[in-house]
């Protein structure tokens, strides 16, 4: 009876073994679920950041596409208006005007030296 009751000592204590391992791992896992939790909760703030910045991303290239047609329109507009002949032709008579008024400037310099170099 004796050697009975040692062997079902024996499993007994066997069996609490084997409950404290798997206790053990219980817990162990219950940390691994808690670090994947995270991760999970990391990993959507993530996706959600990078949508935002998907976001962020077409907007900013739909400005810079609006700048850009905009600048081109505004190039255009200006060359159409400088290939007018008539604002050629005005152009001209500005740089002819401003000629003009250079030739007298430098006229007038001459005539402050000539009488400058008399006294």
């Known amino acids: 009876m004796d050697k009975a009751l040692m062997d ?4 007994v204590d066997l069996i609490m073994e084997k409950i404290n391992k798997i206790d053990e791992d219980l817990q162990y896992f219950g940390h691994r679920l808690d670090r994947l939790e995270k991760v999970d909760s990391i990993e959507h703030r993530v996706t959600v950041n990078q949508i935002d910045l998907t ?3 077409e907007i900013v290239e739909k400005v810079a596409d609006f700048q850009k047609k905009g600048v081109m329109d505004i190039s255009n ?21 401003l000629d003009l008024q250079l030739n007298k400037i430098a006229k007038n310099e001459e005539a ?8």
Do not use: T
Request: proline share 0%; charged share 30%; aromatic share 2%.
């Open 8 to 11: 079902l000592s024996n499993k």
């Open 55 to 57: 976001d962020i991303k």
């Open 77 to 97: 507009h200006i060359d159409n208006f400088l290939n007018h002949s008539s604002i050629k032709e005005e152009i001209n008579l500005i740089h002819r005007r």
């Open 112 to 119: 402050i030296l000539i009488v400058g170099s008399r006294n």
